[in-house]
Nanobody
């Protein structure tokens, strides 16, 4: 069992930056692929970014490429999402996810189904 706790959300003006953190419990963190999703009011949960267990590969939705960076630190068990040049359309609850054991490409990582564990979410609000 893995528990995920997100932090770092808040209110920021357009063009600003935030860094989200996701702390994971358990000794097997380094085995998990990690990801970030987001959900805006009235919309479906959307994939944002993923990083493989080794950290060698990362995946991003097109709308955040060049602005967001996902990274991980296996000691402590934390994954980060650095968000720069934020836009009002980035406003959402951001969720951390772990697992996706059998994924090996963007199409798989971008679906919510393959992810095994989820955090409770952290609110990000970008004002115009």
């Amino acid at each position: 069992q893995v528990q995920l706790v997100e932090s770092g959300g808040g209110l920021v003006q357009a063009g600003g930056s935030l860094r989200l953190s996701c702390a994971a419990s358990g000794r097997t963190f380094r085995r998990y692929d990690m990801g970030w999703f987001r959900q805006a009011p009235g919309k479906e949960r959307e994939f944002v970014a993923a990083v493989t267990a080794s950290g060698a590969n990362t995946y991003y939705v097109d709308s955040v490429k060049g602005r967001f960076t996902i990274s991980r630190d296996n000691s402590p068990n934390t994954v980060y999402l650095q968000m720069n040049s934020l836009k009002p359309e980035d406003t959402a609850v951001y969720y951390c996810a772990a697992g996706a054991y059998y994924c090996s490409d963007y199409e798989c990582y971008s679906r919510a189904g393959p992810w095994n564990y989820w955090g409770q979410g952290t609110q990000v609000t970008v004002s115009s």
